[in-house]
């Protein structure tokens, strides 16, 4: 009987629902919606959206967006950006979130800030966008410093 169970705890413990809490990183940067592409490009709607927005908006206005970043102290992630974005349009805001998860190269998945994640992280895989058009950036960390400058 418990060797029917091996094969599902296999499953379960290699599972992809694994997923890290960006919010406890606490340190966050600016960077051009170009670096944003791999991202909106998972969604057809939203780069219908961020096209329309585009075409809809001021064409000498450079677009930049805020997103959670990496310290320096992740070994192979350091200040890679990643979900929640905030994207400033001008007349409006496009917030991004995405389900995150981090691997090692072997694609162990790590959920928690540890020193064995800071030190063998590698890759980083954004899914199941959810993203709203706003009028102000919102009350993100990162929004508040970015009205600062």
């Known amino acids: 009987m418990s060797l029917r169970l091996v094969p599902l705890a296999l499953l379960l413990g290699t599972s992809s629902a694994l997923a890290f809490d960006t919010s406890k990183l606490i340190e966050f940067g ?66 991004i979130r995405a389900t995150v998860r981090i691997t090692d190269r072997h694609g162990q998945a790590f959920e928690t800030i540890t020193a064995k994640a800071m030190k063998n992280a590698t890759n980083i895989n954004e899914t199941d966008l959810n993203w709203e058009w706003t009028t102000e950036c919102g009350t993100a960390a990162y929004c508040a410093w970015h009205v600062g400058h």
């Open 30 to 95: 600016s960077l051009p919606l170009d670096d944003l592409t791999p991202v909106i490009t998972k969604s057809a709607r939203l780069q219908q959206e961020v096209n329309q927005a585009l075409s809809e908006g001021n064409k000498e206005q450079r677009v930049v967006c805020l997103g959670m970043r990496f310290p320096g102290q992740w070994k192979n992630l350091g200040d890679f950006r990643m979900s929640p974005y905030a994207c400033d349009f001008g007349a409006k805001w496009l917030q």
